[in-house]
């Protein structure tokens, strides 16, 4: 079965700082890999996607990540974060062939402090 | 393109009273999915639909929810005898066939009283 893990449930940086997200994942497979972001009381907006090729991908709002399949993992990365920044972050996994459907990580709640 | 669109956004009912929830997908995607989010935690699958056809359910899904797409445009997500544990925010997406990413709307937050 396929599984993610977020294991910091909440991070405080400081404004222009840099930030690094933290996603594990668990998949029999290739994965299809998301980074979603939440503001509060919102639905989820995509930040970038990856699924296959070059393993470090670009996303919106300066957002970029990178597959490393010998470590299980895909980090979100940012070298200056905004204010605009805090917001809730999703890592998920899948779908892939007939697996429909996709598994998230339970979060990584971000506070930008100025 | 409007983006997924979902109605109401929030919506505060009884315990045991029925609720029911539209998603409108964006036009020309033929899948949409249903999550369920809570507090603290990241959205979890209830189900999907290829066009008008519910091709998986989730074990989350019981049997006091049923979710239809009638034409294979909008969903509609229905849950019956409601119970406090079924207090969430409930999601939609859409997507196409064959591109796997999936686009959320803003979710309809359920709170049973």
């Known amino acids: 079965a396929q599984s993610v893990t977020q294991p910091d449930i909440h991070i405080t940086v400081s404004e222009g700082a840099s930030l690094e997200l933290r996603c594990n994942y668990s998949?029999?497979?290739?994965?299809?890999l998301f980074w979603y972001v939440q503001s509060p009381g919102q639905g989820l907006q995509l930040l970038l996607k990856y699924f296959s090729g070059d393993t470090l991908v670009q996303g919106i709002k300066g957002f970029e990540a990178e597959f490393k399949r010998s470590q299980s993992s895909f980090n979100l990365r940012k070298p200056s974060v905004h204010w605009s920044d805090a917001a809730e972050y999703f890592c998920?996994?899948?779908?892939?062939?007939?697996?429909?459907?996709?598994?998230f990580g339970t979060g990584t709640r971000l506070t930008i402090i100025p | 393109d409007t983006g997924v669109s979902q109605d109401p956004r929030h919506k505060i009912t009884k315990r045991g009273q029925n609720v029911t929830f539209r998603c409108d997908p964006i036009s020309e995607h033929n899948r949409l999915y249903w999550y369920r989010q809570t507090l603290g935690q990241g959205p979890e699958f209830l189900t999907y639909f290829q066009n008008e056809a519910q091709l998986e359910k989730s074990r989350l899904l019981s049997d006091r929810f049923s979710a239809e797409r009638p034409k294979g445009s909008f969903s509609t997500l229905e849950i019956q005898r409601t119970e406090q544990g079924d207090s969430a925010m409930y999601l939609c997406a859409s997507g196409e066939r064959g591109e796997e990413t999936q686009y959320f709307g803003p979710g309809t937050r359920l709170l049973v009283l």
């Open positions: 998949y029999g497979a290739t994965p299809y």
């Open positions: 998920a996994v899948g779908p892939n062939f007939g697996n429909e459907k996709l598994t």
